[in-house]
């Protein structure tokens, strides 16, 4: 069956017009469009069951779009939620009323802010903000912020753990929410670990703490090493300005009460790129006992040699910094790979690791010995 004359006529007109957009709300059979005029509506009038006539329709709009009434082709959803769509027509995308083109738009390279704002104006979702707000472009504009303002809004209806974390990752970046925002937001969330792990991924260097009481006790110790701008030196002064003590402690907060695995492998994975040398000395995916193994041997070659030759007594402190370092999840598999326990159970199922680690963390916050 054709659509009915009144909606073949009444489309045609609107698709005679420059738009920037279309939706169609299913529920309401009623298509939107978006113009550099504002908003247009088509009540659609079905003439056969709403699923079929809602083809038509979409072969109506891809026809005059691209040419070809096949629409989008919906089984590349693979490539477009990995961004791997050709930028040159996400302007036609947009124009199909079909939610997959909308996905490819919202995940492509190409993402400009006005395509952005188009976008947000067809379906206004916490998922397509987050990806959205992964474009820099995006993020230091007008629509960036209002992404970010939704998210926030959202925030406490987000019932995903590591999704809460990396919402206040992305708004977190490039300033994108103003400064009384952000320490709102730190103030009023001190009780929930996800939003903290958001901030430790966030923002590793601007977490509030004093620096250690023995700063500049290692400052003068290290002074001939961090005159030639050993590497080494300048990492471990670094650990102990107020920067490194307040990544360090709220590091050691979010691991004594992590909700589920996840959160707890992401913990890892910015613990270990904080920690981390560049280039990397151990590899990726090595398993706790090779990692002590592979940290003693480090602690006798240069540069590491060289710190605890001027300082003796940091040798926990070089051993602390190369096995947070050298974490990867090759240390939770073992523990964690044929398990799905969560809260409490998972925590104590993870204490042969956590143990080890807090003590760790703790050898950057204890007093250095005279």
């Known amino acids: 069956m054709d659509l009915s004359n009144e909606d073949s006529l009444r489309l045609n007109v609107l698709l005679a017009n420059e738009l920037q957009a279309v939706r169609i709300d299913e529920g309401k059979m009623c298509l939107h469009a978006l113009s550099p005029r504002g908003e247009m509506k088509v009540q659609l009038n079905p003439n056969c069951r709403d699923e079929v006539y809602l083809r038509q329709v979409k072969e109506l709009l891809s026809g005059h779009v691209l040419g070809s009434p096949g629409g989008y082709p919906v089984y590349l959803q693979r490539w477009t939620r990995m961004g791997q769509v050709r930028d040159n027509n996400l302007e036609q995308l947009l124009l199909l009323g079909e939610p997959e083109a909308l996905v490819a738009v919202v995940h492509a390279t190409g993402l400009t802010p006005e395509l952005a704002r188009r976008a947000w104006w067809v379906l206004q979702d916490a998922s397509h903000a987050r990806q959205m707000l992964k474009n820099a472009a995006v993020r230091n504009s007008p629509i960036g912020q209002e992404l970010a303002t939704f998210l926030l809004e959202f925030l406490p ?12 990752y992305w708004v977190l970046q490039d300033n994108v929410i103003e400064a009384e925002t952000r320490h709102a937001l730190w103030k009023k969330n001190q009780h929930k670990n996800t939003y903290l792990l958001g901030f430790l991924w966030g923002t590793p260097d601007a977490l509030p703490a004093p620096q250690h009481p023995d700063f500049d006790v290692l400052q003068q110790g290290l002074q001939p090493l961090l005159s030639l701008n050993h590497p080494v030196a300048h990492r471990l002064l670094h650990y102990y300005s107020s920067p490194g003590q307040g990544f360090i402690q709220l590091a050691e907060r979010i691991l004594k009460k992590p909700i589920n695995q996840e959160i707890v492998d992401c913990w890892l994975e910015q613990v270990a790129n904080y920690f981390r040398p560049s280039p990397a000395l151990i590899e990726d ?44 999840y090759a240390v939770l598999r073992p523990i964690l790979s044929s398990s799905d326990a969560i809260g409490a159970l998972m ?24």
Do not use: N
Not at 157 to 168: K, M, S
Not at 296 to 318: D, F, I, K, R, T
Not at 350 to 368: D, G, H, N, Y
């Open 285 to 328: 995916d090595t398993d706790w006992d090779v990692l002590l193994s592979q940290v003693e041997h480090l602690c006798q070659q240069p540069p590491y040699v060289e710190v605890s030759q001027a300082m003796p007594q940091l040798q926990p402190q070089l051993r602390a910094m190369l096995i947070l370092g050298g974490l990867s």
């Open 347 to 370: 925590r104590k199922k993870l204490a042969p690791i956590s143990t080890p680690l807090f003590e760790q963390l703790k050898v950057l916050q204890a007093p250095i010995e005279r």
């Open 157 to 168: 209806f987000e019932a995903d753990p590591l999704t809460q974390a990396e919402t206040v």
